[in-house]
């Protein structure tokens, strides 16, 4: 078992001891006996793992995890190196937890492997976050980190239970994709998460594709026009399928809407930088003026962003489409 990592409270002093080990150490350098020479370098070890985890006050973490995360909150959006974390956590270990800061504490801390993910499964977001530290997302290394967002989210361990629960039932993956999106509605969630429940690295994008894309489920991305998400989060806006013929609207057309729009509601100007607890208006969706039984084409000249309470007043009748302008009914 290693022994306990005890921060140094005098460095100059503990250097001086290092340089003293080593020194020893050169001495042995013509020894035949191997284990000798390995055995002189463990109290040296053990003084620069207690030199690195003193960088960090303890009035500010007293725990390895505690180190990393202040660590990289200290340098955010910035490539970090794992040796780096190695040294000013103290130990060994030091990949589970990040690991734990992640799954298990809500921080959304990106290894290599994650942006290789995110780079088949979300290509723009990905360039994006590799825009930001003016690297290629697909030639990050698995043993480097960035944390994404500085801010914590605190339901992590609450879903972490409830990813284990759904991971466990027979069900086919895009069931549990879908039972744990609706069980989420309106909270983000991290690609991390959908790739953990499905179990399967490389099915979870399709099926989320196919959630939204052929059964018409609302899960937003950043891509789909959701700023406000994280990068690489995904969001199921409403626990509501959209209409069949909703369902077809391709990326690019409903992109271009929404760029076109402005991102608002066309009829009152809401978009989601306006977004309180207490305001009905939640999401924007997109609607046909020329609607699809009447030959209305998923096309972006037909369609419109639209809030989702207006939405529903021009389902019930209530809002009208003149041709020119909008028209309230009764």
């Known amino acids: 078992m290693a022994k ?13 001891k290092l340089k003293g080990l080593l020194d020893d150490f050169l001495k042995l350098q013509h020894d035949p006996d191997l284990r000798v020479k390995v055995r002189s370098l463990i109290p040296a070890m053990q003084g620069l793992r207690n030199l690195g985890c003193s960088l960090i006050p303890a009035q500010l973490a007293d725990s390895a995890r505690e180190r990393i995360i202040v660590y990289l909150q200290r340098y955010p959006m910035t490539l970090i190196d794992g040796d780096e974390l190695l040294i000013v956590s103290g130990i060994g270990e030091w990949a589970r937890r990040v690991r734990e800061l992640r799954v298990q504490f ?3 801390i990106c290894s290599g ?3 290789k993910e995110m780079v088949d499964a979300d290509p723009e977001s990905a360039a994006e976050i590799g825009g930001g530290l003016g690297v290629n997302p697909a030639q990050i290394r698995p043993d480097q980190y960035v944390l994404v967002s500085t801010t914590q ?6 879903r972490w239970n409830m990813l284990n629960t759904i991971r466990r039932k ?3 993956v895009k069931a549990k994709l879908l039972e744990y999106f609706r069980a989420n509605v309106g909270k983000p969630v991290s690609l991390e998460e959908l790739k ?5 690295a490389n099915e979870w994008p399709r099926r ?9 489920w609302p899960i937003s991305t950043r891509m789909q026009g959701r700023e406000d998400l994280p990068v690489g989060s995904y969001v199921l806006d409403e626990d509501k399928q959209a209409p069949e013929h909703d369902r077809k609207i391709p990326d690019d057309v409903r992109v271009s809407v929404l760029e076109r729009d402005k991102f608002s509601c066309v009829v009152c100007g809401w ?16 609607h046909h003026l020329i609607e699809h039984k009447a030959k209305g084409g998923n096309t972006v000249e037909n369609l419109v962003t639209i809030c989702n309470v207006h939405h529903d007043q021009v389902h019930a009748g209530r809002l009208l489409w003149d041709g020119q302008s909008w028209v309230r009914s009764g």
Request: glycine residues 6%.
């Open 4 to 16: 306990r990592v005890i921060p140094s409270t005098d460095n100059q002093n503990d250097v001086e």
């Open 106 to 108: 809500g921080w959304l």
């Open 113 to 115: 492997v994650t942006f």
């Open 153 to 158: 989210d605190r339901d992590a361990a609450h």
């Open 170 to 172: 027979p069900l086919g």
């Open 196 to 200: 953990y429940l499905a179990g399967k």
């Open 208 to 216: 989320v594709r196919e959630l939204r894309t052929e059964e018409g």
């Open 271 to 286: 978009n989601r930088a306006m977004l309180t607890p207490d305001d009905p208006r939640k999401f924007l969706e997109l």
